[in-house]
């Protein structure tokens, strides 16, 4: 039986993007692997943060990851910060990756800041996030690890740090196969569909859709949503460069209600009622999402103690990989 491992960084509220790529496949796959499913709460603190945000959208995503119809009795849903292995196994990897592969990480050479061509106010977590993360997998011993291009350079790292790991002390890790993950949904943003819906988007962000807005919020939304200037008889058709804020409510309605892209166009003869369509198709997933969430929210203890024992599995599954590492590096 494979292992399928999924993290989600509680780094702002959770985007029907989120939902669509991420969450529903989650849920997707409970049966067909060993899923374990968790909330990276240490992945949130690479930037700038505020704790008390932190902490509400933990207990939001709890809730979220629950709401979503990931099943505890199927899935391992745990927090990442509960399974103190996680930090530790990213100390012993710290002392297997050099700084040089650190500072070739894209994403790193992105996401940090400099003021006059010079690194600062940047986090020392932000660069070693890639070995956390390479904890992160290595613990859970998988044997392949879905990844979109993204993510590809940190899982690759991950890779070559459990290779030089095993030669240099014995084998202790699985080093699992990069594989490419089914075409799934990659939702743009609606405001400017050149640029990935994202969770740290700002609060007032017009073109993201959280799992949690109100209705009436999510209809401004898609009503508002950027168009592409020619209209026309055949305006309303899937054409990712000459269209692209068409081509992506196409695909919003194509991955809300499970038809291809060519079948959401079919019959829909303008810009307004494609927005008709997507409104009615969002928000056929959302409402019964909203209803299950503010059912699990009546009862926050209750998601607490789910994400507790799930956690505390993930403290046992880890617990031999953690120490097969310790004895091999030679810590007694
Ligand atoms: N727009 C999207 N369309 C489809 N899938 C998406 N995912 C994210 N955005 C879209 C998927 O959701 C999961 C979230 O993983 P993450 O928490 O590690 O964050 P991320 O990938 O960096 O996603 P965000 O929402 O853009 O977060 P921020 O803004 O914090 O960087 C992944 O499976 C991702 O593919």
């Keep these: 039986n494979d292992t399928r491992l999924s993290l989600l960084t509680p780094s702002g509220h959770l985007t029907l993007g989120n939902y669509l790529g991420a969450l529903r496949p989650m849920a997707a796959a409970q049966d067909a692997a060993t899923c374990f499913y968790g909330i990276s709460d240490l992945h949130a603190m690479t930037t700038t943060h505020d704790p008390a945000r932190l902490r509400a959208l933990?207990?939001?995503?709890?809730?979220?990851?629950?709401?979503?119809?990931?099943?505890?009795?199927?899935?391992?849903?745990?927090?990442?910060?509960?399974?103190?292995?996680?930090?530790?196994?990213?100390?012993?990897?710290?002392?297997?990756?050099?700084?040089?592969?650190?500072?070739r990480m894209i994403q790193?050479?992105?996401?940090?800041?400099?003021?006059?061509?010079?690194?600062?106010?940047?986090?020392?977590?932000?660069?070693?996030?890639?070995?956390?993360?390479?904890?992160?997998?290595l613990l859970y011993r998988p044997t392949h690890v879905p990844v979109g291009d993204d993510q590809r350079?940190?899982?690759?790292?991950?890779?070559?740090?459990?290779?030089?790991?095993?030669?240099?002390?014995?084998?202790?890790?699985?080093?699992p196969e990069i594989t490419v993950p089914p075409v799934g949904a990659r939702l743009m943003d609606l405001a400017d569909p050149a640029r990935k819906m994202s969770k740290s988007a700002e609060a007032d962000a017009a073109g993201v859709v959280r799992l949690l807005?109100?209705?009436?919020?999510?209809?401004?939304?898609?009503?508002?949503?950027?168009?592409?200037?020619?209209?026309?008889?055949?305006?309303?058709?899937?054409?990712?460069?000459?269209?692209?804020?068409?081509?992506?409510?196409?695909?919003?309605?194509?991955?809300?209600?499970?038809?291809?892209?060519?079948?959401?166009?079919?019959?829909?003869?303008?810009?307004?009622?494609?927005?008709?369509?997507?409104?009615?198709?969002?928000?056929?997933?959302?409402e019964p999402l909203q209803r299950r969430?503010?059912?699990?929210?009546?009862?926050?203890?209750?998601?607490?103690?789910?994400?507790?024992?799930?956690?505390?599995?993930?403290r046992e599954v880890t617990a031999p990989v953690l120490a097969a590492a310790r004895a091999a590096i030679g810590l007694s």
Aim: proline letters at 5%; charged letters at 25%; hydrophobic letters at 40%.
């Design 213 to 286: 807005d109100d209705p009436d919020l999510v209809r401004r939304k898609i009503a508002r949503a950027v168009t592409d200037s020619d209209t026309g008889p055949a305006a309303v058709r899937f054409d990712r460069t000459a269209k692209p804020g068409v081509s992506n409510l196409l695909e919003l309605v194509a991955a809300c209600t499970g038809t291809t892209v060519e079948d959401a166009a079919e019959g829909v003869p303008t810009y307004g009622a494609l927005k008709k369509v997507a409104t009615d198709a969002v928000l056929a997933v959302l």
């Design 153 to 175: 350079q940190h899982v690759e790292l991950a890779r070559d740090v459990a290779q030089r790991f095993n030669l240099a002390y014995g084998p202790v890790f699985t080093v």
């Design 293 to 314: 969430y503010a059912e699990l929210a009546a009862d926050p203890g209750q998601v607490e103690e789910v994400f507790e024992a799930g956690s505390a599995r993930c």
């Design 58 to 103: 933990t207990g939001e995503f709890r809730t979220l990851v629950l709401a979503a119809g990931i099943d505890p009795g199927r899935a391992t849903v745990f927090q990442q910060s509960r399974v103190p292995a996680h930090t530790e196994l990213a100390y012993l990897l710290e002392c297997t990756t050099y700084v040089g592969e650190l500072n």
């Design 108 to 137: 790193f050479k992105e996401k940090r800041r400099t003021a006059g061509g010079v690194i600062s106010g940047t986090r020392t977590s932000l660069y070693t996030y890639p070995v956390l993360m390479a904890a992160d997998i």
